[in-house]
């Protein structure tokens, strides 16, 4: 079946060390592939998107993402997380030929240990 | 800059009674999307309307019904309510563009949170 995959449920990272995010999609085309974030009990915010063109895609709050179409994956990234990144991380995408209609990874839920 | 807005922001209701839910998009964008995400779930499509037409449908309940009116703000209608029904609801925009089309990219409100007792 067509899908988004976050394999990590929860992922707990020190204040200041690295992060990635790891974002797998089953789709026989590149869909637009997107990262939000969300934190307790607010809104979903989009850090980054990718459609065409240059695979390492920068977004806001210092993350990045890269786009590898021989993996089906776009991972996010960040090279030092602070305390307030604590949130849930979203991986989605629009199918092809699907018009805007996002399907949602799980979800991963990033812990930061002071 | 001008973001989605959706009202009210928090909502509690009885068992079997109705709800409404209003989504004011972002100015020019003529399209909405309507997700619910239950507790420690990921957002599930509910539905989409383009230039106050319904363009898409997902797992709506029978339940529910929405529609886009004139100015482009959004209703989602629920009644009967479950207690299942309980959940954050998102309403997003989007702008349409001419020529090759759609840039994919969502923006959403802060959400309404609805709890049925």
């Known amino acids: 079946a067509q899908s988004v995959t976050q394999p990590d449920i929860h992922i707990t990272v020190s204040e200041g060390a690295s992060l990635e995010l790891r974002c797998n999609y089953s789709y026989g085309a590149t869909p637009y592939l997107f990262w939000y974030v969300q934190s307790p009990g607010q809104g979903l915010q989009l850090l980054l998107k990718?459609?065409?063109?240059d695979t390492l895609v920068q977004g806001i709050k210092g993350f990045e993402a890269e786009f590898k179409r021989s993996q089906s994956s776009f991972n996010l990234r960040k090279p030092s997380v602070h305390w307030s990144d604590a949130a849930e991380y979203f991986c989605?995408?629009?199918?092809?030929?699907?018009?805007?209609?996002?399907?949602w990874g799980a979800g991963t839920k990033l812990i930061i240990k002071p | 800059a001008a973001g989605v807005i959706q009202s009210p922001r928090h909502l509690i209701k009885e068992k079997r009674e109705t709800a409404t839910l209003k989504c004011y998009p972002i100015p020019r964008h003529d399209t909405v999307y309507w997700y619910q995400q239950g507790p420690g779930q990921d957002p599930q499509f509910l539905i989409s309307?383009?230039?106050?037409?319904?363009?898409d449908k997902g797992s709506i309940p029978d339940r529910f019904s929405a529609q886009q009116f004139s100015d482009y703000h959004s209703e989602l209608n629920m009644s009967s309510l479950e207690l299942g029904d309980s959940a954050l609801y998102f309403c997003a925009s989007s702008p349409r563009t001419s020529g090759r089309g759609d840039t994919g990219e969502l923006f959403f409100g802060e959400g309404s949170r609805l709890t049925v007792l």
């Open positions: 989605a995408v629009v199918p092809p030929r699907r018009n805007y209609q996002l399907i």
């Open positions: 990718y459609f065409s063109g």
């Open positions: 309307f383009y230039e106050k037409m319904q363009s």
